[in-house]
């Protein structure tokens, strides 16, 4: 997990292996750093994984979430037809 401080700066925040879908997983990945003294996050951005979203309101509930650009993309071009993509990646950015 990789954390941006106030002047810009990437952080690594803490490295896992597990079972990145399920909420238990992030649940724990969140408490070990509440527990090591980190604040709640003003924004957390992931994926689309329904279980970092539930473990983070466990631990941070009133964090705000955004799903990352990248992943949203990919669901936006994986239900268009494949003639489609080239156009619709462009006008997406």
Request: with cysteine; proline share 3%.
């Amino acid at each position: 997990m990789l954390g941006v401080n106030s002047s810009g700066t990437k952080e690594l925040l803490t490295l896992g292996t597990g079972f990145a879908e399920r909420s238990e997983y992030w649940k724990e990945m969140f408490l070990g750093l509440k527990e090591r003294g980190m604040a709640a996050p003003k924004l957390v951005i992931g994926d689309e994984g329904k279980g970092l979203w539930k473990g983070l309101s466990y631990v941070y509930p009133d964090c705000a979430k955004q799903i990352c650009y990248v992943h949203k993309k990919r669901n936006v071009l994986s239900h268009l037809p494949k003639k489609l993509f080239s156009q619709a990646g462009k006008d997406m950015g």
